[in-house]
């Protein structure tokens, strides 16, 4: 769900060591690639073209070429009406190769789909929830340390 890279290009801008990218379409991950080049980045930036929904499940490869165990952060941005968000959510909370204890998940989706839940699959908990016009964003860390708060008013009934 990487589109044109806007969201990982900002972290990169913003001090990211790295970032990949993953989308489905060929070209948003050329577009991707271009990118990445413009602003100086393609060193730092790891393009995959493929179906998030799989590379949740296998991350390991990525990981390899960045010399990581697990993502610190993870951004979600799907397109709102193509996607069942418990299905996703629960499959990246599940994914162990991908987030591990402290990673954070960051999830955009549309306000029309009401709160989602405080904690997901056991294991991800909700820290902040907000909404900007249409757009709900919610971060999320997986089993959060004890120097972190959630927020669980600010997420929906749980699930």
Same mark, same amino acid.
């Given at each position: 769900f990487a589109g044109c890279g806007s969201v990982g290009i900002e972290a990169?801008?913003?001090g990211a060591g790295r %970032? @990949? #990218? @993953?989308d489905y379409s060929k070209e948003a991950c050329k577009v991707i690639?271009?990118?990445?080049e413009l602003c100086g980045f393609e060193e730092r930036g790891l393009v995959v073209c493929a179906k998030a929904e799989g590379f949740y499940q296998a991350p390991e490869r990525a990981l390899q070429r960045l010399g990581r165990a697990r993502f610190d952060v993870v951004s979600i941005t799907p397109p709102y009406e193509e996607v069942v968000y418990s299905d996703l959510l629960t499959s990246v909370a599940e994914a162990d190769a991908l987030v591990g204890d402290g990673? #954070? @998940?960051v999830v955009e989706y549309p306000v029309e789909l009401g709160l989602l $839940? $405080? @904690?997901i699959a056991g294991r991800m908990v909700? =820290?902040?929830n907000r909404k900007y016009g249409r757009t =709900?964003? %919610?971060i999320y860390c997986v089993r959060p340390g004890v120097d972190l708060y959630p927020r669980p008013e600010e997420f929906g009934d749980p699930v």
């Open positions: 990169l801008s913003q %970032a @990949v #990218f @993953v690639g271009e990118n990445l990673s #954070f @998940v $839940p $405080p @904690v909700g =820290m902040k =709900m964003l %919610a």
